[in-house]
């Protein structure tokens, strides 16, 4: 079992930027993929990016493919989500996620979810 919490979301005006962090516990974090997920107001929850275990493969939706960029930190359990150039249509709650095996590329990959962190972008 893992347990995730996010932070570093927030209210941002459109064109700006916010980093997001997980922190990871409960499993070998080193050993799965990482990702995140996000659940806008009345959408189902999509696909945002995921990273390999290494961190040396990396997936983005096509929605946010240039603007933003999935890392993670193995010493420090924890993965990042860099956000630029937002737009009002990134506002959601930004869930991290973790996966059962080292490989990840989309929603149905990610078994584990943290409790989410708002991310509201105002034009």
């Known amino acids: 079992q893992v347990q995730l919490v996010e932070s570093g979301g927030g209210l941002v005006q459109a064109g700006g930027s916010l980093r997001l962090s997980c922190a990871a516990s409960?499993?070998?974090?080193?050993?799965?993929?990482m990702g995140w997920l996000r659940q806008a107001p009345g959408k189902e929850r999509e696909f945002v990016a995921a990273?390999?275990?290494?961190?040396?493969?990396?997936y983005y939706a096509d929605s946010v493919k240039g603007r933003f960029t999935i890392s993670r930190d193995n010493a420090k359990n924890t993965v990042f989500l860099q956000m630029n150039s937002l737009k009002p249509e990134d506002t959601a709650v930004y869930y991290c996620?973790?996966?059962?095996?080292?490989?990840?590329?989309?929603?149905?990959?990610?078994?584990?979810w943290g409790q989410g962190t708002q991310v509201t972008v105002s034009s």
């Open positions: 990273i390999s275990w290494s961190g040396g493969t990396t």
């Open positions: 409960g499993r070998s974090f080193s050993t799965y993929a």
């Open positions: 996620a973790a996966s059962s095996g080292p490989y990840a590329s989309n929603y149905r990959d990610f078994g584990s």
